[in-house]
């Protein structure tokens, strides 16, 4: 089996269904090649070799692919005609890391690998440009040294050793930018680099280009365990065993001269979805340029350009000198560009995202994906894509991420407040939505406020962690395809990019706009959908949800099997899931009502009565009031089913800890405040968690059982007089064994006959339990005998099942994620493999006995969706989960569905 896949001249060893094995990139380039598109070409090591090389070590992994290596150099040099290392006519090559997803500025990538003494020579006749090529020596070097040999800044302030030396350079030249030096100002800088590598390594720089490539691919492998690119998979539940695969390439430049250039385009708009072909490039500049946000890049169409012009208030005779897109300053490459990028899109059936490369009025296509998006863009995409007949209703379902359904409910600013609001700058709309914080300048300050807004003149990957942790982020330079505006976009954070009027001052930390400065702590607000920075907090509102969005919930709500059912406590949370589309509530948590102010001295009073009678004097004050609950969410329901769970909590969450609060109580109580405190003393835990708590206190104080089955039955017959129906199902948590079942499912039917009795009158409801304790899922099949239904309390089941106490857990599983024990946080992602084993035996045993029981789940997994597809694949009748997450478990269960 090949470790090395060759590509380029319309020919190609892989596919684009090889992603595993060549990576994302690798495959898409061997499939370009193969129908036509222009790519440079080279070769893909696979990510096997990857593993290998983390399993085997260097010597081994190298030494298997060496001849394949040699070989495959020779066909790129065939196609080019150049030869690596040559003094005449050199080949280049890049370098770069390619994983089977996308994994945007994680990984690092060399350019113009191949650069030495002798090539610089043949670079500078090939090209008639000795500036150039000693440019790209010093860029090479440059970025050799900080990628392979690791000369990065030491510390955030630092700036970069070779930056260092350039600034030395232009102090003394007193000079200000990069293409002011002269030829030999760049001779002299690779001298200087050289010498700097030598002095911080111990070792020269490598110039053998076959031992520059080997410490190219090297580093590629390790960049995979690099903290980037670990936080990243982490923050996406990807596996550490994917490996990296690694792509090399012929070098293609777009920094020859004005006939030359580089840029990133998008078939449709990555931040609206809109059917617009858009993108950004840089006449004379490589790729990193455009990306890196250090110059700003032009728009690639008229329309682009002109939109810029309007937002910079430049007149439209003006407008071509500031703004020339490629449309008008290369029409030709223009039209070739167009066409591919439709091919593209057709062929991949999805929006892509190109980059390419014009060198010497050549066009080069060198990588095209799949284009991150905003999850606005993401569902007008997918629904734009069906109405084009390019995709299927199924496909256009599978293209919805379910967790980026999330970004489309979250709050955008009240047009009243934004009215208001002074507006004190404007930027590029990079990735939509409201954002409002504090500003921070970095990155790793960012949780320094509840809500902080990252504000850098441009960002890195190495800002990844602050950027997802703020609130919004918004940069000076870079355009729309910048880092922060990409990786933005992919976090579905609200980013605005490129303002221009923005001075940052990191030393100082502030940030002046217009002569007004502000300071680090301040309050300011984004518009990403717009540009808008404005002062101060704006208010935010919440969103509208219907469009396209409906369009996908009606298409899941067509291939869905399974029920999703919303975990609600107030008859606001029974709302707002019911607009979502919930079909039920599968968790009302009755503790949560207690909690209020007036409720919760009932209910401390109750708990602390040290008799029967005393206890039944203070459920009666709280009856009432939960029965006024229920007939609120029964309401909101309409005639849905409802899932009501009796108290779970330990007592000692209700009692006052506090000297203040207890001496109030003791007052009210007419008691000692020593009562208090031997009482509140009485009912401390060593492990509440595992406790007097669930069913433990019905069993013990079956008043309390009582009072809340009679809230339930009572106010659902209310509502039958209304002329609305209720359906209670009325669930025992924390049940262990039969007995505990039996116990308080009696005392449940005992109170619902006597107040059938009273009013005269009846309704249907159920008994059922939750399944949250590995042992009740043992002994499904005897409980299933009794119980009408089930549900999976998943939070319990996994602190139970894997011994991690839920409350406890912070302080390891972080350690754990990292060390790779564990591929995810099991209360987050359902534990299929251990826990899901006794999902499916409760289901299965349950069934056993009752073919028909209903089974769903309502611990936090319910709107995870690899969790949801497992209790698609479980058999069971609904998920519930909290009212933000139906829409995104409705789509996760129709995707499992399909
Ligand atoms: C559970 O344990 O999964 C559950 C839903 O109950 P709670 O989180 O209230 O313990
Ligand atoms: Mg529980």
């Not at 500031?322 to 593209?344: A, C, T, V, W």
């Not at 079909?583 to 401390?604: P, S």
């Not at 089974?855 to 319910?862: K, L, N, Q, T």
């Not at 698609?872 to 399909?898: D, E, H, K, L, W």
Request: with cysteine.
């Amino acid at each position: 089996k090949p470790r090395v896949y060759n590509f380029g001249d319309k020919k190609a060893d892989g596919n684009r269904e090889m992603k595993n094995l060549l990576g994302g990139k690798g495959a898409n380039l061997a499939e370009m090649s193969s129908i036509g598109i222009p790519v440079p070409p080279g070769f893909t090591i696979t990510t096997e070799v990857c593993t290998e090389y983390n399993q085997l070590g260097e010597e081994v992994a190298m030494g298997f692919i060496r001849d394949e290596i040699e070989a495959a150099i020779a066909n790129i040099e065939s196609i080019m005609g150049t030869k690596f290392g040559d003094k005449e006519n050199p080949l280049l090559i890049s370098v770069r890391s390619g994983a089977r997803v996308s994994m945007p500025g994680m990984m690092d990538t060399v350019l113009n690998l191949g650069l030495n003494d002798d090539a610089v020579l043949g670079i500078a006749k090939q090209t008639n440009n000795e500036r150039f090529a000693w440019d790209s020596y010093r860029r090479f070097i440059q970025m050799y040294g900080g990628v392979v040999l690791g000369m990065k800044p030491e510390s955030k302030e630092d700036i970069d050793p070779f930056e260092e030396i350039m600034e030395a350079l232009k102090h003394k030249r007193n000079i200000e930018l990069d293409t002011e030096f002269t030829i030999q100002d760049l001779k002299d800088l690779v001298y200087d680099f050289k010498e700097a590598v030598k002095k911080r390594t111990g070792k020269n720089f490598p110039s053998n280009p076959w031992d520059q490539l080997t410490g190219a691919i090297i580093a590629v492998f390790n960049s995979w365990n690099g903290d980037r690119a670990v936080y990243y998979r982490k923050m996406h539940g990807y596996p550490s065993d994917w490996g990296t695969a690694v792509n090399v390439q012929a070098m293609v430049y777009g920094n020859m001269g004005s006939d030359s250039g580089t840029g990133v385009c998008f078939t449709r708009d990555a931040a609206t979805g809109e059917n617009t072909f858009n993108g950004e490039y840089l006449i004379d500049a490589q790729g990193e340029d455009v990306v890196a946000g250090v110059r700003t890049p032009q728009q690639i169409t008229k329309t682009g350009s002109q939109r810029w012009a309007e937002l910079a208030q430049v007149e439209e005779d003006d407008r071509i000198k500031y703004y020339p897109s490629l449309e008008e300053l290369m029409p030709e490459i223009f039209k070739e560009l167009n066409q591919y990028q439709e091919i593209l899109e057709k062929h991949y059936r999805d929006m892509q995202d190109m980059e390419f490369t014009i060198q010497q009025g050549k066009l080069w296509i060198l990588q095209t994906r799949n284009g991150k998006r905003t999850g606005a863009a993401m569902v007008k995409i997918a629904m734009d894509l069906l109405k084009e007949r390019m995709i299927n209703e199924k496909e256009a379902l599978l293209l919805i991420e379910p967790n980026k359904l999330d970004e489309l409910l979250h709050p955008v600013f009240d047009p009243k407040a934004l009215k208001k609001a002074h507006a004190i700058a404007q930027g590029l709309p990079a990735s939509p939505g409201a954002a409002t914080g504090k500003i921070v300048f970095f990155a790793d300050e960012a949780d320094k406020y509840k809500s902080s807004i990252l504000v850098r003149i441009e960002t890195s990957p190495e800002d990844l962690e602050g950027m997802n942790i703020a609130r919004g982020i918004l940069t000076a330079r870079g355009g729309m395809t910048s880092h922060a505006a990409v990786v933005a976009r992919g976090m579905g954070k609200c980013c605005v990019s490129g303002a221009g009027a923005l001075r940052i001052d990191y030393k100082t930390r502030t940030l002046t706009v217009d002569g007004h400065k502000y300071q680090e702590g301040d309050w300011i607000s984004l518009n990403g959908s717009t540009g808008n920075i404005f002062e101060g907090k704006v208010a935010t509102m919440e969103p509208e949800l219907s469009g396209e969005f409906a369009e996908i919930m009606d298409l899941a709500q067509k291939f869905t099997k399974m029920q999703v059912r919303t975990n609600a406590d107030t008859p606001k949370d029974a709302k707002v899931a019911r607009n979502f589309g919930a079909q039920g509530i599968g968790l009302t948590r009755t503790e949560h009502m207690f909690f209020e102010v007036d409720r919760i001295k009932a209910m401390r009073e109750m708990i602390l009565a040290d008799t029967v009678k005393g206890r039944k004097e203070a459920l009666k004050e709280l009856l009432p009031m939960q029965r006024s609950d229920f007939e609120g969410i029964f309401e909101a329901m309409e005639g849905l089913p409802v899932t009501i769970r009796l108290l779970d909590p330990p007592l000692h969450e209700f009692v006052p800890h506090q000297l203040e609060t207890q001496r109030a109580l003791a007052e009210d109580m007419h008691i000692t405040l020593q009562e208090v405190k031997n009482k509140v003393a009485e009912l401390e835990e060593f492990n509440p968690m595992l406790g007097h708590r669930g069913c433990r206190l019905g069993i013990t104080y079956p008043e309390i059982t009582e009072m809340q089955a009679r809230a339930i039955i009572e106010a659902a017959l209310n509502l039958k007089e209304k002329g609305i129906e209720a359906k209670p199902e009325i669930m025992i948590p924390l049940i262990g064994t039969m007995a505990e079942f039996e116990s308080q499912e009696a005392v449940i039917r005992a109170t619902a006959n006597q107040v059938f009795e009273e009013r005269n009158d009846s309704i249907e409801y159920l008994v059922g339990t939750m399944m949250e304790i590995p042992r009740a899922t043992l002994m499904a099949d005897l409980i299933a005998e009794k119980a009408d239904f089930f549900s999976f309390g998943t939070n319990d089941l996994t602190q139970m099942t894997f011994g991690y106490s839920r409350d406890d857990a912070s302080k390891f599983l972080p350690i754990y994620l990292e060390k790779g024990i564990l591929k995810d946080d099991p209360f987050e992602v359902l534990d299929q493999e251990g826990v899901g084993q006794l999902v499916k035996i409760g289901t299965e045993r349950g069934r056993s006995v009752k073919t028909n029981l209903k089974v769903g789940i309502c611990g936090e997994h319910g709107g995870e969706p690899s969790s949801v597809e497992f209790c698609y694949n479980t058999g069971m009748n609904y998920v519930s989960c909290s009212p933000f997450r139906v829409p995104i478990a409705r789509v996760a269960a129709a995707q499992a569905a399909i």
